[in-house]
Every structure is written in structure tokens, then in C-alpha cells.
């Protein structure tokens, strides 16, 4: 089973930009969905971004046209470029992957995003 492992989670300024890291231990091949997940102090986790093996994104609405999630498969990483951030993106952010219809799993340690003044 693949191993994810994220990183680049820290403090930034509201309105600021941050770039989250996905690394997967080894290629994932097949059809498979990677996604970035969040969780907020006292909130059930939420789906914020997809990236399919095929390259197609989606995105909660909270986030569009603020974050953007790609991948690099030569490097087996997938990537939340996180800007114009707000005080209500603060959340330790997992990635997963899933495997056709099945459901997301992998789940990583996690980074935690801090938005404050």
C-alpha cells in the first residue's frame, strides 16, 4: 500500500500563499483520484481539491479560483498551491488517494495551515 507523506504546512499572513507538498512512497498507476482534505479545530474533515490520474480537478467552493491542486508524476507528488489564504483555511490539510469507486485511503500524518495576523 502507497504511502503519503505531506509537508509544507506552516504560519501565513491572510492574503498570503502557501504550496503544499504530496509525496507518495512509490508511482500510484491505475485509475485513481488523489485529494486534498482539511480539518478545522471542532469541524468534520472536507474534501477541498481532486486530481484525477487523467488530470481533471474539482474543488469545494470556498476555494475556487484561490487554490490549485497538480501533480508531478515523474516525482510522485501531488501539489495544493494554496493563495489569497483566509483566516478560515486554518486546518491541518491530509492528502489520500483512491482507487477508481473505491474510497479514499493512504491518509498521511497531515500539516497544519495557521492563517493569522
Known amino acids: 500500500q502507497v504511502q503519503l507523506v505531506e509537508s509544507g504546512g506552516g504560519l501565513v499572513q491572510p492574503g498570503g500563499s502557501l504550496t503544499l507538498s504530496c509525496a507518495a512512497s512509490?508511482?500510484?498507476?491505475?485509475?485513481?483520484?488523489m485529494g486534498w482534505y482539511r480539518q478545522a479545530p471542532g469541524k468534520q474533515r472536507e474534501l477541498v481539491a481532486t486530481?484525477?490520474?487523467?488530470?481533471?480537478?474539482n474543488y469545494i467552493d470556498s476555494v475556487k479560483g484561490r487554490f490549485a491542486i497538480s501533480k508531478d508524476n515523474a516525482k510522485n507528488t501531488v501539489y495544493l498551491q494554496m493563495n489569497s489564504v483566509k483566516p478560515e483555511d486554518t486546518a491541518v490539510y491530509y492528502c489520500?488517494?483512491?482507487?477508481?469507486?473505491?474510497?479514499?485511503?493512504?491518509w498521511g500524518q497531515g500539516t497544519r495551515v495557521t492563517v493569522s495576523s
Open positions: 489520500a488517494v483512491k482507487y477508481g469507486s473505491g474510497p479514499f485511503g493512504s
Open positions: 512509490a508511482r500510484i498507476v491505475g485509475i485513481y483520484t
Open positions: 486530481v484525477t490520474s487523467g488530470g481533471s480537478t
